[in-house]
């Protein structure tokens, strides 16, 4: 079974390339540094328990895993997947917590299912640091954040998207999650057909 690399760069959710540095490890449950890497700004940080990509699992292009495989989550799985496997945080000290709860809670793998087709982030792109001063592709032009418009009033992803056309819906996702509890509240959970909608306001 090949395991994360404990550092890598990836550009998920078409955000720019992130630099992405395992700082803790507790069986399955990881503890990861997100920076830019354009200006080695942090993004934030990612804590899960990682999610078992069996080998012969379908992936997108009719091909198949070639072998056991952990993956890095993808974006569904931070705070709307039942269960959570997935969390942000924006300082060391929060993130430290939420891996400490995590772990008590138990820390063995998620097994995927083997009909279950993996989300664009956790397919293995293969990609491993580059060494300094090498040249590599970029992806899009990252997002500045201060440019995003944020609704004054009660507002769902696809509304925010709406207004932000410019900045991936993965994108938007992740600028909220970051911003609960600082700027931005979970106002409600509208349930439907699929996942439940979240409803998202400013704090005020």
Request: hydrophobic fraction near 35%; aromatic fraction near 10%.
């Amino acid at each position: 079974m090949r395991e994360l690399e404990k550092r890598f760069i990836a550009d998920y959710n078409k955000s720019g390339l992130n630099v992405f540095t395992q700082l803790k490890r507790d069986g399955h449950v990881y503890l990861y540094e997100r920076r830019r890497e354009k200006d080695n700004s942090l993004h934030c940080y990612e804590i899960f328990r990682a999610r078992l990509i069996k080998k012969g699992s379908p992936l997108p292009g009719g091909i198949f895993e070639k072998e056991d495989r952990v993956a890095y989550p993808g974006a569904s799985s931070f705070g709307t997947a039942t269960p959570f496997r997935a969390w942000f945080a924006i300082n060391l000290g929060q993130a430290e917590k939420i891996f400490d709860d995590i772990v008590k809670k138990g820390n063995a793998l998620v097994i995927a299912s083997e009909t279950e087709i993996p989300e664009e982030e956790e397919i293995d792109t293969k990609v491993s640091v580059k060494k300094q001063g090498e040249a590599g592709k970029r992806g899009r032009k990252a997002v500045d954040r201060d440019t995003i418009n944020i609704p004054k009033d009660k507002f769902t992803l696809k509304q925010l998207h709406f207004m932000n056309p410019q900045v991936s819906f993965g994108f938007l996702y992740q600028h909220i999650r970051t911003l609960i509890g600082i700027t931005i509240k979970i106002e409600d959970t509208i349930k439907g057909r699929g996942k439940p909608t979240i409803l998202y306001s400013p704090i005020t």
